[in-house]
């Protein structure tokens, strides 16, 4: 035996699923050899996914997007029953798994469309609530309500029936960035495109 990957081929071969034999046999030559055989058919087969990211290759024309973000999300809604094509639709998606209300976002946001069709805006955000932050944590909080309105606003392009609160969720996210220009503007900060030129008179 070359590997387990080799293996679980070989014992693959062994049986056709949809044939009239879909159950097989296998066995070993040699005694010695029936310890790994058992260990082969104990072992997870390799995530065929993760193998093609790991050995895929591309001309120097061309790079592979970073595939970790999707598959974080993959991992999350593959058990949902949501179709093949919203599951696509989630997985390339402007989600920052790395954040944790962003990703609690996405999370909650599949789970509501999975069940119902229908994903209400105010079933996890209360629109008034927004204000300036006052101390760097809730800039970073308020950077991430912000994340989870774009990605929002991104699904009910998409999804537009099942995410109709469009207006609603661009509107507080432009809140969203206002409030973040004025704490920024207050620690010194300026917006570059908010600047006014004032000319100088002749004396």
Not at 121 to 143: M, R
Not at 144 to 167: A, G, M, N, Q, T
Request: net charge negative; glycine share 6%; charged share 25%.
């Amino acid at each position: 035996m070359e590997g387990i990957g080799h293996s679980n081929m070989i014992l693959g071969r062994a049986g056709r699923y949809g044939s009239k034999y879909p159950m097989g046999e296998v066995t070993c030559l040699g005694a010695e050899d029936l310890p790994f055989l058992h260990s082969s058919l104990k072992s997870a087969s390799l995530t065929l996914q993760e193998d093609f990211i790991e050995n895929a290759k591309l001309s120097q024309n061309y790079f592979f997007t970073n595939c970790e973000e999707i598959l974080k999300v993959a991992a999350i809604v593959d058990e949902l029953p949501l179709s093949l094509q919203d599951k696509y639709l989630f997985c390339t998606s402007p989600v920052d798994m790395t954040d944790e209300i962003s990703s609690q976002g996405l999370t909650q946001f599949a789970e509501n469309n999975a069940k119902k069709c229908l994903v209400r805006l105010k079933e996890i955000f209360s629109p008034g609530s927004l204000q300036v932050p006052k101390t760097h944590f809730a800039l970073k909080e308020l950077e991430s309500i912000h994340k989870v309105l774009e990605l929002y606003v991104w699904l009910s392009f998409r999804l537009d029936e099942s995410f109709p609160d469009h207006e609603l969720a661009s509107s507080q996210k432009a809140i969203c960035s206002m409030l973040i220009e004025e704490y920024l503007e207050r620690l010194g900060f300026q917006n570059p495109t908010s600047r006014t030129w004032i000319g100088r008179g002749k004396s």
